[in-house]
């Protein structure tokens, strides 16, 4: 059984569009599974099987962040898009993960129910594996309600609801250097709320991170994995956002 990810090669995959030759390829696939929650907007000008397609978040439509206002912004080489509709960075709640993972599962075993065995087996394991990192984060972001952060990035909204984070997102970039406009609207969070530390995506440019230290706030990166990691896996990523969580809130 071979698994594809169309989008490895995207530098944001919310926001690629396949070619015609990966459509037909994906029309062609036994299996289809979108992550959902809005997350591949091209689904709404692609045709595609829907006897094989697999929207992982369909179950948990309940839990799913919907999105106050579309705001309009540029991601360096990406161009204009907009952040709006629903919040679709789900697997940063382990459970919400966890539920992902099963609507996998029993779409693998209905499709190839002579493996029902080994995908049992391998969905236990990774149920473990996220109910351990679940506890893990819980315990990381314990003091969450008494300190007040700093996202520079609306891309947090499953993470502070699982953990009950207080704080509010901006729109920098890790890569580009703040304009002295962006510069004044934290200083009014600030003076709102006082907050410490920032949480960024990766790691920002050095000149950003020594003037946010000059005004005593601190910088953090919890990574949300949009990517495939260089290393490890999305797990091993989520771990290393739960020791950065921990260094911000003293867990």
């Known amino acids: 059984m071979a698994v594809r990810f169309r989008a490895a090669g995207a530098p944001d995959p919310a926001y690629w569009r396949p070619a015609a030759e990966e459509v037909v390829a994906m029309q062609e696939a036994d299996l289809i599974v979108v992550n959902g929650a809005g997350y591949e907007r091209w689904l709404e000008d692609v045709s595609l099987p829907t006897s094989r397609l697999v929207d992982t978040t369909a179950g948990s439509r309940h839990r799913l962040i919907a999105l106050d206002a579309a705001l309009t912004h540029s991601h360096g080489t990406e161009g204009d898009h907009e952040h709006a509709g629903t919040a679709f960075t789900t697997w940063l709640d382990p459970t919400l993960l966890i539920e992902q993972a099963r609507a996998a599962a029993a779409a693998l075993e209905r499709r190839w129910p002579e493996h029902a065995a080994t995908f049992g087996q391998g969905l236990a394991a990774l149920e473990a ?40 997102s901006l729109h920098w970039e890790p890569g580009e250097a703040p304009d002295e406009a962006r510069w004044a609207e934290l200083e009014k969070l600030l003076a709102r709320h006082g907050a410490r530390w920032m949480i960024w995506e990766a790691e920002p440019l050095a000149a950003t991170a020594e003037r ?40």
């Open 212 to 251: 946010l230290a000059a005004a005593g706030v601190r910088s953090a990166v919890v990574d949300p994995c949009a990517t495939p990691p260089g290393e490890g896996d999305l797990l091993a990523v989520l771990r290393r956002n739960a020791e950065s969580l921990r260094a911000v809130y003293g867990g």
């Open 129 to 168: 594996d996220l109910e351990a990192l679940d506890a893990e984060l819980a315990a990381a972001t314990a003091g969450a309600a008494e300190q007040p952060v700093v996202f520079s990035h609306p891309v947090y909204q499953y993470l502070e609801q699982r953990y009950g984070l207080a704080g509010d």
